[in-house]
């Protein structure tokens, strides 16, 4: 999505990707959330390539299931309904793992080692109190149900820590053509990459005020940015 479209509201975006001859809605979908779902993958434990693999998986969960998508903005959480599709092919991935540790070992090893960097525990499933899974057949749900997932909320705080990073992102790239872009360069690595004033000014040959003076213009731009995009995307 370009800096100065509108933002489109999760209302908006989920009505047109009903439509899945949409490809330039399907192609902005992946673009603005591909980022998060990989992000929370890794995080949760696994490589790069089974990270992929949930990208994948999650995104035609979403295709699957939006011909019967009713969004009730007063009841439903498009950030919390999200969470779920990517929580389960999270799950989904290392089931596989566990399945490859069976009859593979040798095999199981490698693939395992490639993912030893995550933060969390593998999930063995879905987590009691969930409720069923919408997309997949009953006999799967029903498996599922019976497995607790000891990293449940060890995953959503990974997911609230990630979707504030995806916000923080998109903002910054819906404002970057509409400040000076000295300012907007100090602002980054100022504030972003936290690098220090006195690296600032080393590194772009600025003083002390044209970096508070960046910090603030950028930093409330920024600001008004995001309670747009929480409104719209949350």
């Known amino acids: ?46 490589n ?21 998508f009713r969004y009730d903005p007063a009841k439903d959480s498009f950030k919390g309904w999200l ?19 069976l009859t593979h070992p040798s095999a199981f090893a490698l693939r395992a080692s490639a993912g030893k960097s995550g933060t969390l525990s593998p999930p063995t499933g879905e987590g009691r109190g969930e409720g069923p899974r919408p997309d997949d057949d009953t006999s799967r749900t029903a498996t599922v149900d019976r497995i607790p997932d000891p990293a449940g909320p060890a995953l959503t705080a990974i997911w609230d820590e990630e979707w504030a990073k995806h916000l923080v992102n998109a903002a910054l790239a819906r404002i970057k053509r509409q400040v000076n872009p000295a300012h907007y360069e100090i602002y980054y690595l100022h ?26 213009r950028v930093g409330t731009l920024l600001k008004r940015e995001l309670k747009k995009l929480e409104r719209a995307l949350a």
């Open 83 to 101: 969470l779920q599709l990517t929580r389960w092919r999270i799950a989904d991935q290392f089931r596989e793992r566990e399945q490859a540790a």
């Open 191 to 216: 504030v972003i990459l936290g690098k220090s004033v006195s690296e600032v000014k080393r590194a772009l040959g600025v003083n002390v005020g044209q970096i508070y003076l960046a910090k603030h």
């Open 1 to 46: 999505m370009a800096d100065d479209e509108p933002i489109p509201t999760r209302a908006s975006l989920l009505q047109r990707l009903k439509d899945p001859a949409d490809q330039a809605t399907w192609d902005e979908f992946h673009r603005t959330y591909r980022g998060l779902v990989h992000g929370v993958a890794r995080r949760a434990g696994l």
């Open 48 to 68: 790069e390539t089974e990270a992929e693999e949930v990208v994948q998986e999650t995104f035609i969960a979403v295709a699957k299931k939006m011909p019967e």
